[in-house]
């Protein structure tokens, strides 16, 4: 174990100290006296495996979440480094906007001409000096012995001087100083919670379209920058929460056979390892209950279901089970081979002759082969996942507008198929993790646009009855039922379901359920 949790060389007290511990009485930092090259050369192996991460998410395009998991294992960390490490790399990741915009008043060259390794190192610095309660001297020190033993000794007098100019202020002061002469209300909300001021612009827009408060954007922003809690699903008619909750998680508030787990690793749970108890998303959970639970507009048969874009299999499985439970059976599509067999190992804890896979374009549903088809369809499809930043530290910083300019063709053309598969009567969930008012509602309206005899279900309803307390069409959806075409103003699209972290302690998932009449006539109100 490093020399954290005691006084150790550094003198740092991880958990057990606030930074102001190392602050004289007038306020100042204390600083180590040793120079940068007499101070230790080794490195802490949590401070490594931040390290190892951000270096991986640069250099390799890797996703945090998949990065870290391998190198705590590699590193042999305990369970309070492999916390330290996590917190260190996915606040370091979360905050670089903040961290680059703070080193670049300490840096004396623009920053993108100092060596990627030398930045992440720095931007490891600014977080344990700014948002951890980690003294000043072990920050310091730390990360120079870091920078040491894996990047060389040449760059350790730049960043021991510029992390203590980074130890200068604290995070209110950085920020305070920073937003000074910034007018913009987006500006000043992206730098303080370090987004990209694009995805502010596109949740403001959202949380209008949506009904809600514009002052809210900053609880949003908030959750974005918070880990999430675990939460899990019983699959129904399969699993079973008791192990979970003996283990102390706590039932969940939004959808029925939910809980909350903050007990670590839920792989020691043995319905987790049967996969009839899953990690999943009380949204994806809520949205997949909405579309099994909608009464068809016009009865008739329920058993032929499709999840047009099914990969890693999380919603497929629950819909699959519930599916089993109704004597219905679930067709789950992916088209990328290896995510289709993540799917295959998600469905094996439902009985077989329920489920099919298959691995396609979601396009090719629309042929006319499978014209009218299904009844009931997931299209949960790919998008920008602006609605999951908080669990995804580094996606932030890798999207653009443009990425979601070409998703949202691809969205269009996967509900069109799917509203061609659907039988009259049948229901279609529209589905993203993404609040972009451009992959949610524009679509749809588009898809309406294009499709006479589709039009929009009361969505808000739907939720409503398929979580707990029957609140969410008010917390939800803006306005009441509105089964308007588009065209007859905004409100056509005003009863769709939007989620929020802040709100929902969800990921940001967006609802749509549609419904089609028959050929060459718009579906019948409700
Ligand atoms: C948001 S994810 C689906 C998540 C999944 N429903 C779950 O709950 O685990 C979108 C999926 O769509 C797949 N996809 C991408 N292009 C597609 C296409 N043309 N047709 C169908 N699926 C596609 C992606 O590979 C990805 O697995």
Redo the contacts with the bound molecule.
Sequence with gaps: MSERGNSGNSGERRNEQGRQRNRGASGERRFSVAAPSQRKRRADPARLTAFEVLRAVAEEDAYANLVLPARIRENRLDKRDAGFATELAYGALREQGLYDAVLARCVDRPLDQLDGAVLDALRLGTHQLLSMRVPTHAALDETVGLARAVIGAGPSGLINAVLRKVAARDRDEWVAELLQGLDDDVSRSALEHSHPEWIVRALRQSLAAHGRRAEEIEDLLAADNQAPVVNLVALPGLGSLDEALAQGAEPGTLVPGSAYYAGGDVSRLDSVRAGTTRV?DAG?QLV?RALADVALPEGGRDSVWL????????????LAAIAAGRGATLTA????PH?AE??RK?LHAVPEDHWILTV?????YGNAANAGRFDRI?V????S?LGALRRRPESRWRKSPKDVAELTI?QG??LD?ALSALRPGGVVAY???SPHPAETRAVVEDVLKRNPDARLLDTGAAADAACLDGTLGTLGAAHPLDAARPGDGDAALGNTVQLWPHVHRTDAMFLALLTKGAAGRPATKD
């Design positions: 999943q994806s997949a999840d047009l874009c099914a990969g890693p299999g999380g919603k497929a499985t629950l599509n992916e088209p990328t995510r993540l799917v998600a396609e374009d979601g396009r090719d997931m949960d499809a790919p998008c996942g691809l053309e996967l198929a589905v993203t993790c």
